[in-house]
């Protein structure tokens, strides 16, 4: 009995030991996962944005902000010199073609004017009193020959009366030879009295004035300057390793500084022929962009700063694409994928400085981390998604939607993957 009893309370007392061994191996578990959990890394916060279908450009840019020019632009200049009486047109504001800009002191012109104006009334004057004499002379040889066909008046008096006829037709013809003669002058005198108005040699806009009113105007000094506003381009350069590749027709996208929102359809009209020295660690080439069509509310000024993207190469359809900040060195990217930044290989085609073709190895819907800053990210590194930067879909229309509209390529000067 004693034995039995040794046995039974030598089994209980391992069955205690058991059990507290198996509760310090579950303790000592809990705290290794805990100490674990608790010096886990942390996930790195990261943005991503999601892979879509669109199209996709290789464009170049210009190196520095261009201009918005006028190709008609003129400084104009009295023909005659004179006092400046007043300006018609103040500068910025808009002028008809032919309207008066600027009036010189004109009396000494007026005055000549009028002189020619009395001498035309004197030689008109004279010239009605040679056709009286002219008329009276014929009425008086007529009356002759009537008397000397009866044999009433000798022959003499005919001849006399016929010279006198004729001495009276030449007084009328001297008379109206010297009004022909005053008209021209007077024609002279009009044109030398319109060349004191100076006026707009199209119609433009004036954008300066040189002279004001009271100073000496002379033909060698330009009085102002006026532009068309109908024929007005963006004038740029671009880096003349992009140069190669140029050439005029291509499409381009010109943005101004004043509506930055709103893509202006251009078409390269010029490309330099020679490439400029000013700057030797950044040389150019000029180029001259046609505007195609101005959007609504659009207000297109010389002047005005201005940057292009000249399109060199276009995907035909809609491709996917990844956005190009998302991408490593080695086309390379972080896809966020259950919680962790995983890397992928992937094959780029056609790019620009938003988006960049991929031919393999992403799909739409998946999302790749842009935030590509941060040195912790990497691969294999847990993540938390504090943004997604996917660009919202603008609102379409039932055309829109059907591909019909401007839906099916959308319209960002930060998205150049974009359509025109």
Not at 133 to 143: G, S
Not at 145 to 174: C, M, S, T, W, Y
Not at 323 to 344: K, S
Not at 398 to 410: D, I, L, T, V, W
Request: no cysteine; aromatic share 4%.
């Amino acid at each position: 009995m004693a034995a039995r009893g040794g046995r039974s309370m030598s089994g209980g007392v391992w069955r205690a030991l058991r059990g507290w061994l198996l509760f310090a191996a579950v303790l000592g578990g809990g705290y290794a996962a805990l100490h674990l959990w608790l010096l886990r890394p942390k996930p790195v916060a990261v943005r991503v944005r999601t892979i879509d279908r669109g199209i996709v450009e290789r464009v170049v840019t210009n190196t520095r902000a261009g201009t918005i020019r006028a190709r008609l632009s003129a400084r104009v200049s009295p023909e005659r010199s004179g006092r400046i009486l007043r300006f018609a047109v103040r500068e910025g504001e808009r002028v008809a073609a032919d309207a008066t800009v600027a009036q010189l002191d004109d009396r000494v012109a007026r005055a000549r004017l009028e002189l020619v104006d009395r001498e035309i009334d004197s030689v008109a004057a004279q010239l009605e009193q040679a056709r009286v004499r002219l008329r009276n002379a014929e009425r008086d040889r007529a009356r002759l020959e009537r008397l000397f066909a009866e044999g009433n008046v000798p022959e003499q008096q005919i001849d006399d009366a016929r010279a006198r006829v004729a001495l009276e037709k030449a007084a009328v013809a001297a008379a109206e030879a010297m009004l022909e003669q005053q008209r021209a002058q007077r024609a002279l005198a009009e044109i030398e009295l319109a060349k004191h108005r100076v006026p707009a040699p199209f119609a433009g806009v004036l954008t300066e004035r040189y002279q004001e009113v009271g100073e000496w105007a002379a033909p060698a000094a330009p009085l102002f300057e006026i532009i068309s506003m109908r024929d007005l381009y963006a004038w740029v350069e671009i880096d003349e390793v992009d140069s190669a590749e140029l050439r005029p027709g291509l499409a381009v996208r010109v943005h101004l500084d004043a509506y930055p929102d709103t893509p202006i359809p251009g078409r390269l009209s010029r490309v330099g022929d020679r490439v400029s020295e000013r700057r030797e660690q950044s040389r150019t080439i000029e180029i001259e962009v046609a505007i195609e069509r101005l959007p609504a509310g659009v207000r297109l000024l010389p002047g005005m700063s201005t940057d292009v993207e000249v399109v060199l190469e276009r995907s035909p359809t809609p491709v996917v694409r990844v956005p190009t900040l998302a991408l490593l060195e080695g086309a390379r990217v972080l896809v966020a994928d259950g919680g962790f930044a995983r890397e992928r290989r992937i094959e780029t085609g056609i790019g620009n400085w938003e988006y960049t073709e991929v031919r393999s190895g992403l799909e739409p819907g998946e999302r790749v981390i842009v935030s590509l800053d941060k040195e912790e990210i990497r691969d294999g590194v847990p993540i938390r998604i504090e943004a997604d930067e996917t660009p919202q879909p603008p609102a379409t229309h039932r055309s829109e939607a059907n591909g019909h509209g401007p839906a099916s390529a959308e319209v960002s000067r930060r998205d150049a993957g974009h359509g025109d």
